[in-house]
C-alpha cells in the first residue's frame, strides 16, 4: 500500500528566506507521481508541483522546487523567498499510475511565515 | 472561468438526516472525487467516478453514497449511517486519459456540522 508521511508538524520561516518541507513515501510501483499542495485558511486546495518518478530532473514552478531523491524516497518541498502570504498547510500527495489514478496523501505540514 | 463550485460553504444539521453537498464542474473533466479532511489530518477518498454513470468506493466510504448522472455534477449524499459526519468534504476533478502529470483540481468546500 502507499503511504506518504510528513514528519513536521509545523514550521517556522522569516520572510524572505527559503524553507523546506519534508516528505517521504513508500510504493512498491515503478511508476507513480508526486504532488504538492498548499491549503490556505479558506479550505481550498492549490496545486503547486508535480514530479514523476522518471523524470531526470527536480521540478521546478517559480519559487517552488522539488528535491527529489528517488533512492530515499523523498520528496521535499523547497519555497525560496518566503512571503507572508505562503503561511498555509501543505500537503504532499502520491498517485499511482497504475489502475485508478487516486491520490494518497500526507497529513501536511503548517508553515508560518513571520515578517 | 473554468473551475468546481461546491455549495453550500457551511451546513448544518441534526443528528439523524440525510444531506446532500453539491459539485458542479465546468472543466470538461471526465473524473470527480470526494474528499473528506478531519482537523489535523490529511485528506481521505470516499468516493470517485471515473466516467457517468459509473462510480466507486474509496477508503471510507461507509455512511456515504453519490450518483453521477451528469459530467458537470457529483453529489455527495452524507447519511445517518455515517457516525461521525463533522467534518471538511472537498470536492475534485481531474482529466483521466493523455495526461499523466494531471493534477486534481479542488473545489472551494463545505464545512459539515451534524449536531
Known amino acids: 500500500a502507499q503511504k506518504i508521511t510528513q514528519t513536521q508538524p509545523g514550521m517556522f520561516v522569516q520572510e524572505k528566506e527559503a524553507v523546506t518541507l519534508d516528505c517521504t513515501y513508500d510504493t512498491s510501483d515503478p511508476s507513480y507521481g508526486l504532488f504538492w499542495y498548499k491549503q490556505p485558511s479558506s479550505g481550498e486546495m492549490i496545486f503547486l508541483i508535480y514530479?514523476?518518478?522518471?523524470?531526470?530532473q527536480n521540478a521546478t514552478e517559480g519559487r517552488y522546487s522539488l528535491n527529489f531523491q528517488k533512492a530515499r524516497k523523498s520528496a521535499n518541498l523547497v519555497i525560496s523567498a518566503s512571503q507572508l502570504g505562503d503561511s498555509a498547510m501543505y500537503f504532499c500527495?502520491?498517485?499511482?499510475?497504475?489502475?485508478?489514478?487516486?491520490?494518497?496523501f500526507g497529513t501536511g505540514t503548517r508553515l508560518l511565515v513571520s515578517p | 472561468d473554468g473551475g468546481i463550485t461546491q455549495s453550500p460553504k457551511y451546513l448544518f444539521r441534526k443528528e439523524g438526516q440525510n444531506v446532500t453537498l453539491s459539485c458542479e464542474q465546468n472543466?470538461?473533466?471526465?473524473?470527480m472525487y470526494w474528499y473528506r479532511q478531519d482537523p489535523g489530518q490529511g485528506l481521505r477518498l470516499i468516493y470517485y467516478?471515473?466516467?457517468?454513470?459509473?462510480?466507486q468506493k474509496g477508503d471510507i466510504a461507509e455512511g456515504y453514497s453519490v450518483s453521477r448522472e451528469k459530467k458537470e455534477s457529483f453529489p455527495l449524499t452524507v447519511t445517518s449511517a455515517q457516525k461521525n459526519p463533522t467534518a471538511f468534504y472537498l470536492c475534485?476533478?481531474?482529466?483521466?486519459?493523455?495526461?499523466?502529470?494531471?493534477?486534481?483540481?479542488f473545489g472551494p468546500g463545505t464545512r459539515l456540522t451534524v449536531t
Open positions: 514530479q514523476g518518478s522518471y523524470d531526470q
Open positions: 472543466l470538461n473533466h471526465d473524473a
Open positions: 467516478s471515473q466516467i457517468v454513470n459509473d462510480f
Open positions: 475534485a476533478s481531474s482529466p483521466t486519459t493523455g495526461y499523466e502529470n494531471y493534477e486534481q483540481y
Open positions: 500527495a502520491m498517485r499511482d499510475n497504475t489502475g485508478f489514478q487516486k491520490l494518497v
